[in-house]
C-alpha cells in the first residue's frame, strides 16, 4: 500500500514540474496511524486514506476522479495500535491514528492506564468510525470456556503499545485474575493464530471489529471458538467504564463460530490541535462525501458501520476545530 502511494506520489511531483512549480508546492501528506496488518485498522485505513487523497493532476471530483483534499496524499501507517498511535500523534510523528474510545480518553485525561502520564492535552477528535468487539479465541477442543478458565493458561494480550493489550488485562482483572496467574505473551493476531495451532498457546485476546483476517484465516484452517466474556466479569467492567458496552459477535462473522456474547467499544480516528483547521476541515468533508461512501460500502465489511449519523458517538475528547466546523455546518452537531 505505502509503496504504491508512495509511487504515486513520485509521479505526480514529476507530472506537475512539467507543468510549473507553484502546483508542486501544493502537495500535502498525511499519515494515519493504523495496527497490525493482519487486523481491522490497516485495511480500514487503506480505505479511508484511498478515499480523502487527491494528488495534482487527478480528475475532478465532478468528472468521475478522486473527491478527496486536492494535492493532499495520504496514506495508511502500520503500527502496533491504539497507544502507540496516541503516542505518535502526541509526539508529532503522525497527523492522525486510529484509537479506542477508552485508551483516547485515558491519555487525554492522564487517567486509568494512563495515569501518572502527562495529558495528551492536544489529542482532538476527527470522527467515530465503528465498535471494536474484544475476540477471546481459543481451539474448540480447548476446554476453554469463560474468562476464569484462562488461570493457568498460555494466553497472548498482543503488544504493550496496543489497545488490546489494555483491554484484555481489565477484562482478567475484573474477572479476578491478576498477574501470575496465567502466563502473558505479546503477539500480534497474526502470530497469535499461528501459535494457537502450533499450540504454543492456549488462547489469545483481539480488539477490533469483525471479521478480521487473521481470525479467519484460522478458522477456515482449524475448529476454534470464540470464549464468552459475559457474566459477573462483564457486568462490573460495564458499570465502572461507561466506554465499554455488552455486544454479540453474531454467527457467521468466522466460520463455524456461533453468536458470542462479548463487550466493545469505539474505534476512533484521533489527531492533534496542531494540524490546521481548514486542512482538518477539508479531510471530514472527504470522508463523509457520496462516493466516500461506496468506496467504505466495497473496501471493507466494516466500512459500512462507518457513518455520519455515527461520526459523534462516544466521543470523550474534544472535536478538532476544523471537523467541528464540518459536522455543524452538516446539521450534525448543534
Not at 183 to 211: C, M, W, Y
Amino acid at each position: 500500500m505505502f509503496n504504491l502511494i508512495k509511487t504515486a506520489a513520485i509521479a505526480a511531483i514529476v507530472s506537475t514540474s512539467l507543468v510549473g512549480g507553484a502546483t508542486a508546492q501544493e502537495l500535502k501528506f498525511f499519515t494515519i496511524g493504523t495496527g497490525g496488518t493482519a487486523a481491522t485498522y490497516y485495511p480500514v485505513g487503506g480505505v479511508i486514506a484511498n478515499a480523502i487523497s487527491n494528488p495534482p493532476g487527478s480528475r475532478p471530483c465532478d468528472e468521475g476522479g478522486s473527491c478527496g483534499v486536492p494535492g493532499l496524499i495520504a496514506s495508511a501507517v502500520s503500527s502496533r495500535g491504539s497507544v502507540d498511535n496516541v503516542n505518535a500523534i502526541v509526539s508529532g510523528l503522525r497527523n492522525s491514528g486510529f484509537a479506542q474510545s477508552d485508551v483516547a480518553y485515558w491519555a487525554y485525561t492522564g487517567t486509568g492506564t494512563m495515569e501518572g502520564q502527562p495529558p495528551a492535552s492536544d489529542l482532538r477528535a476527527i470522527a467515530a468510525l465503528f465498535p471494536e468487539h474484544i475476540h477471546l479465541v481459543a481451539l474448540a477442543d480447548s476446554g476453554i470456556n469463560s474468562v476464569a478458565d484462562l488461570a493457568g493458561k498460555r494466553v497472548s494480550l498482543d503488544e504493550p503499545g496496543s489497545g488490546t493489550f489494555v483491554d484484555a488485562n481489565l477484562i482478567l482483572e475484573a474477572n479476578g485474575l491478576t498477574e501470575g496467574s496465567f502466563t502473558a505473551e505479546a503477539l500480534k493476531p497474526d502470530a497469535s493464530g499461528d501459535a494457537l495451532r502450533n499450540g504454543q498457546i492456549d488462547a489469545f485476546f483481539f480488539v477490533g471489529g469483525f471479521p478480521t483476517g487473521a481470525i479467519v484465516e484460522l478458522a477456515s484452517a482449524v475448529k476454534i471458538k470464540l470464549v464468552p466474556i459475559d457474566g459477573a466479569g462483564a457486568e462490573a467492567l460495564t458499570s465502572k467504564y461507561g466506554f465499554f458496552s455488552a455486544s454479540d459477535i453474531p454467527e457467521g462473522a468466522y466460520e463455524g463460530v456461533p453468536a458470542t456474547p462479548t463487550v466493545a467499544v469505539g474505534a476512533q480516528w484521533i489527531t492533534s490541535a496542531k494540524e490546521d483547521e481548514a486542512l482538518i476541515y477539508d479531510i471530514t468533508k472527504a470522508l463523509w462525501n457520496e462516493k466516500t461512501r461506496v468506496l467504505l460500502d466495497v473496501g471493507h465489511a466494516k466500512g459500512k458501520s462507518i457513518t455520519a449519523e455515527t461520526a459523534l458517538d462516544g466521543i470523550g475528547i474534544p472535536l478538532h476545530p476544523g471537523a467541528e466546523r464540518f459536522y455543524k455546518e452538516a446539521g450534525l452537531l448543534k
